[in-house]
């Protein structure tokens, strides 16, 4: 349990990524980028940030082992104990960088995952994080297990370590159907709900992660869902009623962020919590207009929306943070590429009016081609 009054001193970290030729420079910039963003919210001091250029990985230690020798040394000089690592390592490689650094290591997908576990308030999502965790931990319990038997293997070698590491697995499978159980349940009781819900216009905020979702939706309902500058703030799904002038009542629910590259234990875990999106009438896409890869964050939006089955929804594309526009340009590229879209700030009185006048537009405009559609077909059986 984290002592919110007493919070323990930073933890410093090195931060170090790989740039190989046929990785695209712009997008590394932006792992490096959110890396650092990740390192932060999860409480690290980020001292170094390195950078290898290397023509190939390394298997066995991902980083060339000229540069752990190096980043080892500034480890010992700067007083850190962790390097984290922007990959997703096997667990061979952790063990054979922490052998040469004589410290701990830490991949992306272990970063995201402590994050959430610090983040998750609700009994539901505290449930799909552990999930996760024992979904990550599973192979490398397996690696471990395969990796023992290869090395002593064979007949009168099949000692008490084996042993152990096959009930360790055991028990992390029956953990791991326990919490799916337990999720289910929860599931069907939200399910439940909704269905009462099923008649009134069904709104779903999602979007990249700190763009504004939350504060949206507390804008939008006057709710006071909890709004931080940190990456996965929300990881519950907060469901508000509000009036939209010209529609009347509709529910509007918030969602757990997106991330390019998120650890895919996590998405499957946290996939009953999304699957709110599937059942929204209209999804609001929220992004940040002042972000430098609003293309990749959109991408990467569209990609999930996609996997979950509901990228052919109706989507209303939200830019907001306008007030963090230092120029006009960035507002009229926005406009040329994003056509469909609205421009506002979430603090901004005038331009909440505004989205509301746009969501009741959009509904409308979503009922007459239903309508329209409706009539077209009935025109034609009556031709018939
Ligand atoms: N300047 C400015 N800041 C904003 C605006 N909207 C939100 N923010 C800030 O952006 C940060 C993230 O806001 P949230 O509402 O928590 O973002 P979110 O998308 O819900 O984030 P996660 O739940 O972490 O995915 C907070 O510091 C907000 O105060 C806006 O229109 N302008
Ligand atoms: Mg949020």
Same mark, same amino acid.
């Given at each position: 349990?984290?002592?919110?009054? *007493?919070?323990?001193?930073?933890?410093?970290?090195?931060?170090?990524?790989?740039?190989?030729?046929?990785?695209?420079?712009?997008?590394?910039?932006?792992?490096? %980028?959110?890396?650092?963003?990740?390192?932060?919210?999860? /409480?690290?001091?980020?001292?170094?940030?390195?950078?290898?250029?290397?023509?190939?990985?390394?298997?066995?230690?991902?980083?060339?082992?000229?540069?752990?020798?190096?980043?080892?040394?500034?480890?010992?000089?700067?007083?850190?104990?962790?390097?984290?690592?922007?990959?997703?390592?096997?667990?061979?490689?952790?063990?054979?960088?922490?052998?040469?650094? *004589? /410290?701990?290591?830490?991949?992306?997908?272990?970063?995201?995952?402590? #994050?959430?576990?610090?983040?998750?308030?609700?009994?539901?999502?505290?449930?799909?994080?552990?999930?996760?965790?024992? =979904?990550?931990?599973?192979?490398?319990?397996?690696?471990?297990?395969?990796?023992?038997?290869?090395?002593?293997?064979? #007949?009168?070698?099949?000692?008490?370590?084996?042993?152990?590491?096959?009930?360790?697995? =055991?028990?992390?499978? $029956?953990?791991?159907?326990?919490?799916?159980?337990?999720?289910?349940?929860?599931?069907?009781?939200?399910?439940?709900? =909704? $269905?009462? =819900?099923?008649?009134?216009?069904?709104?779903?905020?999602?979007?990249?992660?700190?763009?504004?979702?939350?504060?949206?939706?507390?804008?939008?309902? /006057?709710?006071?869902?909890?709004?931080?500058?940190?990456?996965?703030?929300?990881?519950?799904?907060?469901?508000?009623?509000?009036?939209?002038?010209?529609?009347?009542?509709?529910?509007?629910?918030?969602?757990?962020?997106?991330?390019?590259?998120?650890?895919?234990?996590?998405?499957?875990?946290?996939?009953?919590?999304?699957?709110?999106?599937?059942?929204?009438?209209?999804?609001?896409?929220?992004?940040?207009?002042?972000?430098?890869?609003?293309?990749?964050?959109? *991408?990467?939006?569209?990609?999930?929306?996609?996997?979950?089955?509901?990228?052919?929804?109706?989507?209303?594309?939200?830019?907001?943070?306008?007030?963090?526009?230092?120029?006009?340009?960035?507002?009229? $590229?926005?406009?040329?590429?994003?056509?469909?879209?609205?421009?506002?700030?979430?603090?901004?009185? *005038?331009?909440?009016?505004?989205?509301?006048?746009?969501?009741?537009?959009?509904?409308?405009?979503?009922?007459?081609?239903?309508?329209?559609?409706?009539?077209? %077909?009935?025109?034609?059986?009556?031709?018939?």
């Amino acid at each position: 349990m984290i002592d919110i009054h *007493n919070p323990p001193p930073s933890e410093k970290i090195i931060l170090a990524g790989i740039l190989t030729p046929e990785m695209n420079k712009d997008l590394f910039d932006e792992d490096i %980028h959110e890396m650092e963003m990740l390192c932060t919210t999860a /409480g690290a001091e980020v001292v170094e940030v390195v950078i290898q250029k290397m023509n190939n990985l390394k298997a066995s230690t991902y980083i060339g082992e000229g540069k752990l020798e190096q980043i080892s040394n500034t480890m010992k000089l700067k007083g850190c104990e962790t390097l984290i690592v922007d990959a997703e390592l096997a667990p061979s490689q952790i063990r054979n960088i922490e052998k040469c650094i *004589n /410290g701990k290591v830490i991949d992306r997908s272990q970063l995201i995952l402590d #994050i959430f576990a610090q983040h998750a308030r609700t009994n539901e999502a505290k449930i799909q994080v552990e999930l996760a965790q024992l =979904r990550t931990l599973y192979p490398r319990l397996t690696h471990a297990w395969s990796h023992f038997s290869q090395q002593v293997g064979g #007949i009168g070698t099949r000692g008490p370590g084996e042993k152990q590491l096959e009930i360790d697995r =055991r028990l992390v499978q $029956k953990k791991i159907s326990d919490l799916k159980q337990k999720l289910e349940k929860i599931e069907l009781s939200r399910s439940t709900q =909704r $269905k009462k =819900r099923s008649d009134t216009i069904k709104l779903t905020l999602v979007g990249y992660t700190n763009v504004g979702k939350s504060t949206i939706l507390n804008s939008l309902s /006057g709710s006071k869902v909890k709004v931080e500058n940190k990456l996965f703030a929300t990881l519950d799904t907060s469901t508000r009623r509000t009036y939209i002038p010209g529609t009347g009542e509709v529910v509007i629910s918030d969602t757990v962020g997106f991330l390019r590259k998120l650890p895919h234990h996590l998405v499957a875990s946290f996939k009953s919590t999304l699957e709110v999106a599937l059942e929204a009438d209209i999804l609001l896409i929220i992004m940040d207009a002042s972000s430098q890869w609003i293309d990749q964050q959109f *991408n990467t939006v569209y990609d999930v929306l996609n996997d979950l089955g509901s990228g052919h929804k109706h989507l209303l594309i939200i830019f907001n943070k306008a007030d963090c526009l230092n120029d006009p340009f960035t507002a009229k $590229k926005i406009s040329i590429a994003y056509p469909d879209s609205i421009l506002i700030s979430a603090y901004n009185e *005038n331009d909440i009016k505004l989205l509301k006048e746009r969501i009741n537009f959009f509904i409308n405009r979503r009922k007459n081609m239903f309508f329209s559609l409706y009539f077209f %077909h009935d025109s034609i059986i009556g031709f018939q």
